[in-house]
């Protein structure tokens, strides 16, 4: 949707001094409020533009102008979260401006508007009167060049609808027969307990009011209605056991069917989406929301349909004995159908609330056990602590607000059951005054009405655990809707024996409104060895991650041996990637389950064997189990280096064709990175190698090193070749050796 531009808001600081410096019919095109200064400090700061000149406030309160020419130009860059704005001329640079990247929205504007008006001065045309795209959904402002909303793209929290519990209908199809067999049996066993109140009209009316007006007891009949009774009884039980059971399994196994889909789903997202979710959440959803919906299923649903069906069936069966009565019995009925329409309302909203608030809970168990040993080490036992209970405060005031709303609705309906039964006796036993009906027809229809009110109370009470089921469906399809930003390809191109060439063609990659990488090509030979070195936040990690397909890029392509890699599937390509990592991840459980972990049939001698390459064999003898040692969770049982060693078997086991290592030696001490060194070294041969060090001694063999810097290449080649370039490279080194060197004065003074 296009709508017509807007002319910008002044802030409010700005605003007077602002519009006095404004030229009599000169209107503002486009603000950006700069929050940084030169030396990157904090400070405020103002651009506006428009139709004739661009004016800056600098935080010194001073302002500059410049009128617009066809000679100038804005250049826009953004690095490790801040961004730049130089305008320029074609005598140099006239002025420079940086802003964090909450600004960057408005940079991009001003930048368009600039644009947009130099473009007027060169053509000679006035410029045309922009339109910007908008959000069909929320109507809010579309970033320039995109075309997902940045407000609806987030989950929104919106209150679930009971209709969500219809969407469980896919994982029930399976089991439709039986769902089938259970309604029947349910039905059955429905009718069975209403023929009880009817055979007490005839017990009444034809054996006790008569033997009570001096008639001999009917025996006969006597016997033949309490066998009734008792058959009733008989079959009640044994259909609802049947029922009880068919559906019970039936709703286990749906249950667990969508334990089992949701994981799958959920595991073969992208790294973008974890990005955003906390640990705790997640597990929340696949655990307790899929116990809470099992629940639902097997015992809450079964009841809501049980009650259906009796209060219909009472119903004709009150009507077929007398419709005056039946027309009494129901005029409750309204007011508490309105009463739950009411209170459903307001529930749906609270129990979505109440599972996001747990989230809270369980999220802060998720940080805080894992690393416990950060929490003992800066003693922050009680910050943790206090933190629980602020998040179980919460949790409580929530639980504690729909329970206000609860405990006054649920008595209600149990007042107007009783009140309707007390005026179904009053007119009942009038009725019996006039002989309109026998005391044995108002003893069976108070029979009835106490199973219809009783499932109506049921009925009413339902509301809550169907909200809470609702609540927790909706949060399970919130993953299950999800589309990966990494999809799978339709048609996946099978991919032969890898030889290991990588292509990058003009790739670049954006985090949000974040350039990160920008026009990067690089080709690199099968078995060589590549090294990226550049600063914190140049880009290496994400080259790596691209190079991964844990994200896919948003411009040109990347290729293994000439074979894009979106139209490989993931499994097939990753299978061909050995990923060795700064801070290695190692799994509960044995130390040959772990070594195993990429190739689960590997015999003990290819265990062992990968484990001597990496020089792990021999440490590993010396646990007490070997090799089915029992390492912690995330290997709490071995240090760095150890643990290290074992992530290098693990990929020296499936025997990659393109080895990929991210500071893999950047945590450990000077001895133990000799050990992991001489790992890699068996790790890297023959293998297309691309390693990242910050350490830049630890590349000298890698056949070319590639110097990056703000995500893109600035310089390429071998040590001694950079080394005599004295640019990018020269610096990073000398400035390494002069920390070493720093660091050396500073232990021998101490």
């Not at 590997?602 to 484990?611: D, F, G, M």
């Not at 912690?632 to 992530?647: I, P, T, Y």
Request: with cysteine; hydrophobic share 45%.
């Amino acid at each position: 949707m296009l709508l017509p531009i807007s002319e910008p808001k002044l802030p409010a600081i700005w605003q007077a001094d602002a519009l006095a410096r404004l030229m009599p019919g000169e209107t503002v095109l486009a603000v950006l409020e700069l929050d940084l200064d030169a030396r990157l400090q904090f400070a405020r700061g103002l651009l506006l533009l428009t139709p004739r000149r661009l004016l800056a406030c600098s935080p010194d309160q001073s302002w500059q102008e410049w009128p617009l020419a066809a000679s100038l130009t804005l250049r826009h860059s953004d690095h490790a979260g801040v961004g730049s704005l130089e305008l320029v001329d074609a005598s140099g640079r006239l002025a420079h401006w940086r802003y964090t990247l909450s600004q960057n929205l408005a940079a991009l504007r001003l930048i368009s508007e600039f644009e947009r008006h130099i473009e007027a001065l060169l053509t000679g045309q006035p410029p045309a009167t922009p339109e910007e795209e908008v959000c069909a959904t929320c109507k809010a402002p579309l970033p320039p060049g995109e075309d997902e909303c940045p407000i609806c793209a987030r989950e929104l929290h919106e209150a679930p609808s009971t209709w969500t519990l219809f969407r469980l209908w896919r994982f029930a199809k399976p089991y439709r027969w039986q769902l089938i067999s259970g309604f029947a049996l349910m039905t059955g066993a429905t009718a069975a307990t209403l023929v009880p109140p009817y055979l007490t009209m005839p017990l009444m009316d034809k054996v006790l009011i008569p033997y009570q007006n001096g008639q001999p007891i009917n025996t006969a009949l006597e016997i033949k209605l309490l066998a009734g009774l008792f058959g009733a009884a008989l079959l009640s039980w044994l259909l609802g056991w049947a029922k009880t059971y068919i559906l019970a399994l039936v709703s286990e196994r749906i249950s667990a069917d969508l334990r089992t889909t949701t994981y799958e789903h959920l595991i073969k997202l992208s790294l973008e989406y974890f990005g955003g979710k906390r640990t705790g959440d997640l597990m929340a959803r696949i655990g307790s929301e899929s116990d809470r919906i099992s629940v639902f299923l097997s015992l809450h649903a079964l009841d809501f349909i049980t009650d259906v069906l009796m209060i219909a069936m009472t119903t004709a069966i009150l009507f077929s004995i007398n419709h005056w009565l039946a027309i009494v019995t129901l005029l409750p009925l309204p007011l508490i159908m309105w009463m739950i329409h009411t209170v459903r309302d307001r529930l749906r909203t609270g129990f979505e609330k109440i599972d996001r608030v747990w989230g809270e809970v369980t999220n802060i168990l998720a940080d805080t056990i894992p690393g416990i040993r950060v929490v003992k080490a800066f003693a922050q036992e009680k910050r943790e602590t206090q933190r629980f209970r602020e998040a179980n405060a919460h949790n409580l005031a929530v639980n504690d607000k729909i329970n206000k709303t609860w405990s006054l609705f649920s008595p209600s309906v149990t007042l107007l059951t009783e009140i309707g039964l007390l005026v179904v006796w009053a007119f009942g036993i009038w009725q019996v005054s006039h002989n309109d009906i026998t005391v044995g027809v108002l003893v069976a229809f108070l029979a009835y009405i106490g199973r219809f009110y009783t499932r109506l109370d049921s009925m009413s009470r339902i509301v809550s655990v169907t909200q809470k089921a609702a609540a927790g469906a909706k949060r399970i399809f919130d993953i299950l809707d999800h589309v990966s930003s990494v999809p799978e390809p339709t048609k996946p191109v099978p991919l032969p024996s890898v030889q290991g060439s990588i292509q990058m063609r003009d790739i670049g990659f954006r985090y949000g409104n974040r350039s990160v990488i920008r026009n990067l090509s690089l080709d690199i030979k099968p078995g060589e060895m590549i090294g990226l070195v550049g600063h914190s936040g140049s880009g290496k990690s994400t080259l790596v991650n691209l190079i991964c397909r844990f994200y896919d890029v948003s411009e040109g392509a990347i290729m293994i041996d000439g074979v894009d890699i979106r139209s490989v599937a993931i499994a097939d390509f990753r299978r061909n990637i050995g990923l060795v990592l700064q801070e290695p991840f190692l799994f509960f459980g044995t130390i040959a389950e772990n070594i195993a972990y990429g190739k689960p049939e590997a015999t003990r001698a290819e265990i062992i064997a990968a484990a001597r390459a990496a020089h792990a064999h021999e440490f590993i003898l010396r646990l007490p189990q070997g090799y089915d040692s029992i390492v912690g969770e995330r290997g709490q049982g071995l240090s760095g280096g150890e643990r290290q060693r074992v992530s290098i078997a693990r990929a020296l086991l499936i025997d990659p064709a393109i080895l990929i290592m991210d500071e893999a030696t950047s945590a450990v001490d000077t001895e133990t990175e000799k050990e992991i060194q001489r790992a890699l070294d068996n790790l890297v041969q023959g293998r297309t190698t691309i390693a990242i060090a910050h350490r830049l001694s630890t590349l000298r063999k890698a056949d070319r090193l590639v110097v990056m810097d703000r995500g893109q290449i600035v310089e390429v080649g071998n040590h001694d070749e950079l080394m005599a370039a004295e640019g990018a490279y020269w610096r990073l080194y000398q400035a390494q050796l002069r920390n070493a060197e720093q660091n050396l004065l500073e232990g021998g003074e101490a």
